[in-house]
Structures are given as C-alpha cells and as structure tokens.
C-alpha cells in the first residue's frame, strides 16, 4: 500500500529535500505540501487510526500553489484541513517524536498566500476547514501569512489567512500580514474551533462599504458553538471599521478568552462611529486574565480596548490600561464601553479611570508595567515579597480571583506559558489581573 504504510500514516515534507519526493521519510519527503495534502485526504489514508495521521512540516516557506503566471482558480487553492489528520510544522528534518519538534530549529515554518514565480498574486485564502471538519482535524506550529481576501463573489472577500467552517484543533500559530473586507487574519463562517498560543498579527481589514471588520479575526453571525481562545495574542490588526483585533456579530455561542492579550489594535476609519478598538461584540462573551492596552478607536468612537454593543458579558482578572477612543465620553468609555442596557459583570479588574461602580473587588489604580513603552506587559515587582517588602506597588499583583483560573487557565500558564496563582503578597488572592503572571522570586 505504499510508503505511508510502512510509517503508520506518517507524511514527511521538507522543501529542500532531494530523496524519492513520497513523504516515507525525511530524506524522502515531498517538497511540495499540497502533494502531502492530496495523500493524507486519500481514503486508503484516512483509515488509519486519527492518532497515526500526520504531516510533518521541516521549516521553510510553503506556498498554496505552484503556479507561474496564477489564474483565478490558482488563486482559489488553499491548505484544506482534513478531519482526523494533523498537520504540525517547527520541525528540523531530523526528527524521529513530534515532542523533538522545535529543539533542533528557531526557523519558521510558513504557509503563505504570496504566489506566482513569474508574476506575482495572492491567494485569496491560506488554510480553510470546512464544515464536515472536527477537532479531530489539527493545524500545528505554522506562521500563516499574505493571504488575499478581495474577491467579489462567494467568500473571496472573507479570512484572507484562514476562512473556518469547522472546528478544527488550532495550536502554536502566528497569523499575520493577511487581508480581507472582514476577518484579514481569521473568517469563522461557522464551527467551535479551539486557539492556544495562537498570535493574530499586523492583519487588515480595509473596505469600508459593510465591511472593514475584524482585523484580526471575525466570527459571524451564528459562527461558533464553543469557541475558546487560550494564551493568545492580538496585536497591530487594524480594521476600517468595528473591531480592531477582534468582531464578534450577532447570534451564537459565547466566545472566551483567557489569558489573552490585546495591545495596539486599531478601529480607525475617520469621522466614523467606530467601536471597538481591540474588541467589538454583539453577543454574550467571557474574558478571563486578560490584559487591553493601547488599542484605539478612530475620531467620533467609543470602547477604545472593548465595546459591547449588546449581549451581557462578564470580565474577570482583566487589566484594560491607556486605550483610547476618539469621542465623546467618559474617560471610562476609552477603556470599556457598553450600550443598549448591556449587562456587564466586572471583577477583580483594574480599569484606566474607571468611573462606573463595578464592585469593591476592582480598582483603576496603576498597574505598573514593567516597560510600557515598549509593549512590555508584565507587572513590576516593586516592593513585593522578593523584593524586600510585603505590599506590592502594582495595584495588579495578587488582586485576581483564583476561583476564576481553574483547568486550562491555570495548567497551561500565563500567555508567556509561566506559572500561574504565584503568591507575592501573602495574602489569599495569588493570582496577578492581567495575561502575565509575576515570577516567583520577582
């Protein structure tokens, strides 16, 4: 039945290989991730067990499609996730466990839009999932990067990095310098797809004629089922419209977030009511152990970090700290801004000029970064145990609520992965507001 028998459902790919191009082994392995692509959708394949079914990506530049001079259909390919098959990048060329993966190489593994050796284009989507893939379907330690959504029909103009129908298991991805009229970095039509240690960077969305939304990522209307975000990173995204980083439209699901960070996501159309610099909402969402700076909305705007125009939501462990919204306002309204009787549960958070009574458990105290202007978002240490004293300056540290960091939240860390609930100040809240966990010893 082949080399992918002989390796239990194994598909090796490295662009500079020179052995057989069948993906039996690295010194065998395709060259060209779609023809790895094509066998793993290949029926005799996908009987293997779904825990056998991978593809193993070597570091380097892999491009949807091969294409010299790119016709319109070229610049429809995409990688198309499988269910049951995972697909995982970071790796040297010489590993023999998917845990080696990352200790032999500090080199990307990329998938990108950018094709056409003798006349450049785009492709108007890097990676889809379709509605018929599970989590069973896994995308891996890739940077997803230069995809194209401005087409006019179907969804040619959605998820310029990654249009998503399904709810496919999405890890250790960097999804950056994509665009689209909605969604530049990430489109979810559909689905309850998972994202840990994902980062959603430098993304466009850029008409403005019902659209220019979700820079980073925008999930429609009736889109998501349970959509987690864990330990991720939105940063740089800017949309001509609502929703910087982030829009989330209409019916659906609650999206969380968890230990999440948003900085310098910008909403900026001009003389526009723009809303939501890193966050724009429509329905019920959950922040938990995130952190909202300088993010901003453009001239006559409100919720510079976060805007709920309707659906009641609740923020738990957050710092929003210096985001800005061109309107006018309260001062609060930069930070945060909810409308239409929005019912808003807030605690244990620091908010810049908080004026609304949110509750004693939540203060607009300086949280004390350590180096702000350089986008540095940990909290300084000043006067906390290992430093010689037993009151913290930050009014940050050990001021979240531990019973709001459970599973996940507190297996897996901060968004720098570090340790979480590290008592500084000897008193019963250990956890930090915030995405960043102070170290024990700081």
């Given amino acids: 039945m082949g080399a992918y028998e002989a390796n239990k459902g194994l598909i090796h790919v490295d662009k ?89 190489t500090t080199s990307a593994t990329i998938l990108t839009g950018l094709i056409g050796t003798a006349s450049p284009a785009q492709a108007y989507h890097v990676v889809t ?23 006019s ?74 959509l987690e975000f864990l330990r991720c990173n939105f940063n740089n995204n800017t949309s001509l419209d609502h929703g910087g980083g982030v829009y989330i439209a209409g019916t659906g699901a609650e999206p969380h977030f968890t230990n999440c960070l948003f900085y310098r996501n910008d909403a900026d159309q001009e003389d526009n009511t723009t809303r939501g610099g890193a966050i724009y909402t429509n329905r019920l969402m959950v922040l938990k152990g995130c952190t909202f700076a300088k993010n901003w909305c453009g001239d006559n705007a409100r919720g510079g970090g976060v805007y709920l125009q309707t659906g009641n939501s609740v923020l738990r462990n957050c710092i929003l700290w210096n985001n800005e919204a061109g309107g006018t306002h309260d001062q609060e309204g930069d930070q945060l801004r909810a409308d ?64 709001d960091c459970t599973g996940a939240c507190e297996s897996g860390g901060d968004v720098k992965k570090r340790t979480r609930k590290v008592n500084l100040d000897n008193v019963d809240n250990d956890i930090d507001m915030g995405s960043l966990e102070t170290p024990s010893g700081s």
């Fill in 16 to 104: 500079d290989a020179t052995g057989g191009d069948d993906g039996s082994s690295w010194a065998n392995a395709y060259t060209d991730l779609q023809d790895a692509f094509s066998q793993a959708g290949d029926d005799t394949f996908a009987d293997y067990d779904p825990a056998a079914c991978e593809v193993w990506v070597a570091e380097g530049t892999y491009k949807t499609s091969s294409c010299s001079i790119c016709s319109d259909g070229d610049k429809q390919e995409s990688f198309e996730l499988i269910d049951g098959v995972g697909v995982y990048g970071k790796f040297a060329g010489t590993e023999t466990a998917r845990s080696q993966r990352g200790a032999a």
């Fill in 129 to 151: 999932a379709g509605s018929g893939v599970t989590s069973s379907a896994v995308l891996d330690g890739f940077t997803i990067k230069k995809g194209k959504a401005n087409g």
């Fill in 153 to 226: 029909s179907g969804d040619l103009d959605k998820g310029g990095g990654l249009l998503i129908s399904g709810s496919p298991t999405l890890g250790q991805l960097i999804i950056k310098q994509n665009l689209a009229k909605n969604g530049g970095g990430v489109y979810l039509k559909s689905g309850n797809p998972t994202f840990t240690d994902c980062a959603f960077i430098d993304n466009d969305a850029n008409d403005g004629s019902g659209g220019g939304r979700g820079a980073g990522l925008y999930v429609a209307s009736g889109g998501g089922g349970s």
């Fill in 340 to 403: 239409n009787s929005v019912t808003l549960t807030v605690t244990n958070s620091c908010i810049m000029e908080m004026s609304t009574d949110w509750g004693d458990t939540n203060n607009k105290f300086d949280p004390k970064f350590d180096n702000f202007e350089m986008d540095d978002y940990d909290l300084d240490p000043e006067n906390c145990g290992g430093q010689g004293g037993d009151t913290c300056t930050s009014s940050a540290i050990d001021a979240g609520e531990d019973d």
